[in-house]
């Protein structure tokens, strides 16, 4: 596996296989790696000839009082378990690599308002700037045929395909399904935030939505007093609701008769977390 660490390295790292006419996978992450990662890697290896991880805690999509600060770093280890992946290069720029002008002075990509200020982005705002400006360069700088993102950010994943269509990146975006931990909590680096007794209460979150998606293929329709239901549980536990919401898969808007594709996404409030997750219901 090569390291690289600025765009002049990676792009000489590349050279040669763009040459041979091989195919490049990016995978993006902040790092922090654990199976749901590498199971993106071993995903963008069945896409791909070779496979770009990068491990980037990127300051622009943290908000003034987030936890940037905090946000594990652990590129050792990340080193290590890439090495055992099909990982053929690790890409871990720093700040001056991403934003040669400054953080002050980049070029911003902004997302469409109404797909992007709801759900997390309504509390977050900004936030979503920051993911599309850093996965645009990270596409740009790599030249990437395919880029693989987890389901888990879904409405991170929309708002990438949407922005890769819409500026004609080039990249096929690869879809790859939520990795759970025996408990069903959705893998995330923020889980080892929690304490013991609160991961027990976390994998709540999964149980909530797989019972309002057995609710809603057994024929139930009253989406808002289901979302309601689904707060209720979850509060019960003792567990804060940032958001519950049952969506248009593909548009995050209130389903219309037509739609035949939801999600049900989820934020939650833990002492310490803020986690999300989301579950597709497909009707027949």
Known sequence: MIEAHSRGDLQQALAPHRQAGRRIALVPTMGNLHAGHLSLVELAAQHADVVVTSVFVNPTQFAPGEDFNRYPRTLSDDRTALESSPCDVLFAPGVADMYPAGIDNTVIIKPPPKLANRLCGASRPGHFDGVLTVV?????????????????????????????????????????????????????????????????????????????????????????????????????????????????????????????????????????????????????
């Open 136 to 284: 645009a360069r990270l596409l740009l700088i790599s030249l990437a045929d395919v880029a693989v993102f987890g389901e888990k950010d879904y409405q991170q994943l929309l708002l990438i395909e949407h922005m890769c269509h819409e500026l004609g990146l080039g990249a096929r975006i690869v879809r790859a399904p939520v990795v759970r931990e025996s408990s069903g909590l959705a893998m995330s680096s923020r889980n080892q935030y929690l304490q013991p007794a609160q991961r027990q209460l976390a994998s709540a979150l999964y149980a909530t939505l797989l019972s309002l998606q057995a609710r809603i293929r057994q024929g139930e329709r009253d989406l808002a007093g289901l979302e309601a239901d689904g707060r209720r549980q979850l509060r019960d536990r003792n567990i804060g609701v940032e958001y519950l919401q049952i969506v248009a898969a593909e548009t995050l808007q209130q389903p219309i008769d037509s739609d035949r594709q939801l999600r049900i996404l989820v934020a939650a409030i833990l002492p310490g977390a803020r986690l999300i997750d989301n579950l597709a219901v497909d009707l027949i």
